[in-house]
């Protein structure tokens, strides 16, 4: 017998649970040992050998270790060890960098890994869902991925879409019932839920029966999983800079070495020099310390609240130029309390704050209680049709569930109403909520057998189903003149910013059919609710940042056009004149028509998740960057579509979370916002390192041509320029990735996502900075060597030490677009510490006398460094006062 062939009770009996305890804790550990983690198992990654190894496959350093050998041959011990120790050390360094940036890729993908509901020792929880074992009760709803093989127990109108493992894209309809029949195929097991199909209607529990790769995807998995290592559009853009950089470098050493062998230099002299220039030169690490920042960045990120899930989000994050954001629970608390209520044609005021049950209502100012007609079952029906549970916990009452319905219990409680847990009134059936739908039915059988429909919803979609309502006196036909009144309910309501909903009946007899077609219609109207979703406090000057870092914020929901409107204008988020759109407008509008007054527009009210598309489609067509959030099934689409999609932590489905590429782990737009400004800053400070390290090159290569042509001795040996890559770009260069924002990257247009890597300016300052760079050094050279022509190792150390001070003072510069004075140097206490221990490290290289032979250099005096300091701070003071 397969399990699909068993009753529920004895599935449970095999796996010794029952589905409304569920495991205990020792049950669990034991079974963990026993199945192993529910997880498909992945290729083992690549060997830390080989990422170790792949740091000396690069080209040029595979020259320099072979001159190197050279060099050993010929005698030339002390530079050959020199040489060596520093790639060595090079690659050790890249090595590290390279462990970092995977670590905490690791860290990301266990950060927004799926989660499972569970139900253990009687008590419901979120767990990851490679901790689920065999015998857990789950729990899904739609959006979810099943995160196991289960036998379906109870199914709600259940749909799950199974085209990964069966090629059928239309959704199986879910039953708990057996089925006799046997060894029928996957597709079949209508009452299995399989590992990794998605849920895409509905809900339902079921009992797991199978886990990681004892799964009928763990049996297909090993086709599927393939782990590539995605290439962001900036890495692309540098690996494509590299390699013109590569040429010109090469060209340039070329130039030196010829020049330098025509004006009588030793030709393996010049070699072992050109060679190791081209290796400080040639920046081939550049794509490696941007994937390191990045995933720096991103660890901030999450200190922040928002996990990244492409690494390529970080960039485009920087370029967003609208947001398009859902407003309930993402701009406002999604913490619903019903406010008023509107019952017989009149409005009742409800007291209270957020989910505690104490409150009360009133009518007229006088306090009223359960005597006033209809109110009762009101109240009794919102508890009925509803999917949320109230809970208590340390004294404070919270809602397991969806907030809106939660709302409505809370009500019911403020009328002295307990919830009934099914004991007077039997389910018989559910048509779950859904966005679409914008409304809930359920069908309740009572004690005496008698059945009806309950339905709540958008006061909108209500209205044209219902024929009746109610008044103090019974039911009523209803009439154009009490559409009218209710209408003006729902306007005083929505003005006051309340979420509106609906609610109505009907008798049904036992025979009737329950297809939803038939059921949702000539409903009788009993009233409505109006309840209060208070917006985050943070958001209203978070929308204001992003307005003047040149981003648009757009608000989107399924609520009432004038509740949104009231929300969006406490939020300071549309103008006087700004439009609000609705679904039905958005449907009747072709894609050009939206486009012509989309700009204009800043409120999406009634709308379906379908509509998200269009709306990501037109600001697109507008030329924008478009952030869209969301977080049921049906907005994974617009989500895709986007350039940067966004999916709730706490609210979103799996689905949503896959199609995104950032997670909110707090489902709060100012997250939105922080991750921005993060995006921004990561994507200047790579600017500042490239700025930074490309410079220095220039003015390495420069001080080297520069003396080749003026027919001077070689101003920097081998050991030196390799230092200076190593020691003086090295550190500064990540330290410039760990910088704080400009006070003005908020204040900003949004980056232009095709600019260049030089864009802005940054062509210009590396090239000046540069020049100015390799001159100073040339000038400190010149000016030694001219007074001491027979000591060239004074000369070079001179112009050793000035090229290092050069660039440690130049790193200042790379800190800001505007100029050097306009930043705090000690701001950056890494940069400091990194530019102290550079410089720790050249006084040792200078001053300790065992190694004094080894890097070519002797003692300067105070005089010399005098000299030094003067010329190596020219190049960024020179330029601090051109702020260009
Ligand atoms: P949003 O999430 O953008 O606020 P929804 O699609 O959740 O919009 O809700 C749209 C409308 O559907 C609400 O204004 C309300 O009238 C109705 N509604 C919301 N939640 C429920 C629910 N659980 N049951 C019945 N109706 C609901
Ligand atoms: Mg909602």
């Known amino acids: 017998m397969r399990w699909y062939q068993l009753d529920v009770d004895r599935v449970e009996q ?174 079949d097991q209508i009452n299995m839920g399989f590992k990794g199909t998605l849920v895409t209607r509905g809900s339902g529990i079921g009992i797991v029966v199978g886990t990681g790769m004892n799964t009928v995807m763990g049996q297909i998995a090993t086709l599927m999983i393939s782990t590539k290592k995605a290439i962001t559009p900036l890495e692309r853009k540098l690996a494509e800079l590299g390699k013109i950089l590569i040429v010109v470098a090469l060209v340039l050493t070329a130039l030196v070495v010829t020049l330098g062998v025509m004006q009588g230099h030793p030709v393996y002299n010049m070699f072992l020099a050109g060679v190791s220039l081209a290796v400080a030169a040639i920046p081939e690490g550049l794509p490696a310390i941007v994937t ?47 406010k008023e209520l509107y019952i017989n044609g009149e409005n009742l005021y409800v007291t209270g704050d957020g989910y505690d049950i104490r409150g009360d209502y009133f009518l007229n100012k006088h306090k009223v209680d359960k005597s006033l007609p209809n109110l009762e079952s009101m109240l009794l029906y919102g508890m009925l049709c509803n999917n949320a549970n109230l809970n208590i916990k340390k004294g404070k009452y919270y809602i397991d569930g969806d907030p809106t319905d939660g709302a409505l219990l809370v009500a019911a409680r403020k009328m002295g109403l307990q919830s009934m847990n099914g004991e007077k009134y039997k389910l018989i059936k559910e048509i779950p909520f859904d966005s679409e739908r914008k409304r809930m039915s359920v069908i309740i059988e009572d004690e005496n057998e008698m059945r009806y429909l309950i339905t709540k919803g958008a006061p909108d979609v209500l209205l044209p189903r219902s024929m009746y309502h109610l008044d103090k006196s019974g039911r009523k036909l209803l009439k154009e003149k009490d559409k009218k009144n ?69 608000m989107i929901t399924g609520d009432h056009v004038k509740t949104a409107r009231t929300i969006a204008k406490n939020l300071n988020l549309i103008p006087e004149n700004g439009l609000v759109l609705e679904g039905y407008q958005l449907n009747q509008m072709s894609l050009n028509e939206l486009e012509d007054v989309i700009e204009d527009t ?16 037109a600001f697109q067509e507008k030329g924008h960057i478009v952030a869209m959030t969301g977080d049921g099934v049906n907005d994974a689409p617009a989500i895709k579509a986007s350039d940067i999609g966004i999916s709730m932590g706490i609210s979103g489905t799996d689905v949503t979370k896959e199609a995104s590429s ?16 993060e995006g921004r800053n990561i994507f200047e400070n790579i600017r500042k390192f490239i700025r930074y390290l490309l410079a220095s090159n220039v003015g390495e290569i420069l001080v080297m041509l520069f003396a080749m042509l003026l027919a001077l001795p070689l101003p920097l040996v081998p050991v030196q320029i390799l230092w200076v890559n190593l020691v003086t770009d090295g550190l500064p260069a990540m330290a410039l990735g760990l910088d704080k924002p400009e006070d003005d990257v908020m204040k900003r247009r949004p980056r232009n996502p095709k600019e260049g890597i030089f864009a802005r300016g940054l062509g210009y300052k590396i090239v000046s900075r ?15 060597y001219q007074n001491n022509p027979e000591n060239l190792v004074f000369g070079q150390t001179m112009a050793f030490t000035t090229l290092v001070m050069a660039q440690l003072i130049h790193v200042f510069d790379c800190r800001s677009e505007n100029s050097v004075f306009s930043r705090n140097p000690f701001e950056n206490i890494y940069l400091v510490l990194a530019v102290l221990s550079s410089l720790l490290l050249l006084l040792v290289v200078i001053y300790w006398e ?26 960024t003071v020179l330029f601090g006062f051109t702020k260009k």
């Not at 190694?851 to 020219?874: A, E, K, N």
């Open 14 to 187: 095999k796996l010794h649970v029952t589905t409304n305890r569920g495991l205990t804790s020792k049950q669990v550990e034991q079974r963990r040992k026993q199945y192993g983690s529910n997880e498909l198992s992945e290729q083992k990654g690549i060997s830390k050998w080989l990422i170790f190894l792949k740091q000396f496959q690069d080209f040029m350093v595979l020259v320099l270790l072979a001159a190197t050998l050279i060099a050993g041959l010929l005698g030339e011990y002390i530079d050959a060890i020199a040489i060596m120790v520093i790639v060595l050390v090079n690659g050790f360094i890249g090595f590290f960098q390279e462990q970092k940036a995977e670590k905490s890729m690791e860290k990301l993908k266990e950060l927004s890994a799926p989660m499972a509901n569970v139900l253990r020792e009687e008590k419901w929880m979120k767990i990851s869902s490679k901790d689920v074992v065999v015998g857990d009760i789950v729990k899904i709803t739609s959006g979810d991925r099943v995160p196991a093989d289960i036998r379906i127990v109870k199914s709600s109108g259940m749909e799950t879409e199974e085209s990964a493992l069966t090629g059928e894209s239309l959704p199986v309809m879910k039953h708990a019932t057996a089925i006799v029949t046997d060894s029928l195929d996957a597709q």
């Open 292 to 338: 390191v920042a990045l995933s720096l960045g991103v660890q901030r990120m999450i200190r922040k609240k928002a996990i990244v899930r492409k690494l390529s989000a970080v960039e485009t994050l920087g370029c967003a130029s609208v947001i398009c954001s859902d407003k309930t629970g993402t701009m406002t608390e999604n913490q619903m309390t019903v």
């Open 486 to 554: 209710i209408d003006q309910a729902i306007n005083s309501m929505a003005g006051k910013a309340l979420r509106t909903i609906a609610i109505g009946m009907k008798p049904i007899s036992k025979n009737d059919s329950l297809d939803s077609a038939f059921l949702e219609k000539d409903l009788t109207f009993i009233g409505l609710y109006g309840m209060i979703d208070p917006p985050r406090k943070e958001v209203k000057s978070a929308i204001e940042e992003c307005r003047q870092a040149g981003i648009k914020t757009v």
């Open 602 to 617: 800043y409120v999406f009210a009634r709308v379906t998740p379908e509509h998200k598309l269009k709306i990501v489609k």
């Open 662 to 677: 950032l997670i909110l782990m707090d489902d709060n737009f100012a997250t939105i916002k922080s991750a921005i400004q």
């Open 770 to 784: 540069g020049f100015l760079i390799g001159i100073v050094t040339l000038i400190a050279f010149m000016v030694a």
């Open 850 to 875: 065992p190694l004094q032979p080894i890097f070519h250099t002797t003692f300067l005096g105070l005089r010399d460094w005098m000299l030094i300091l003067v010329l190596s701070s020219l190049p």
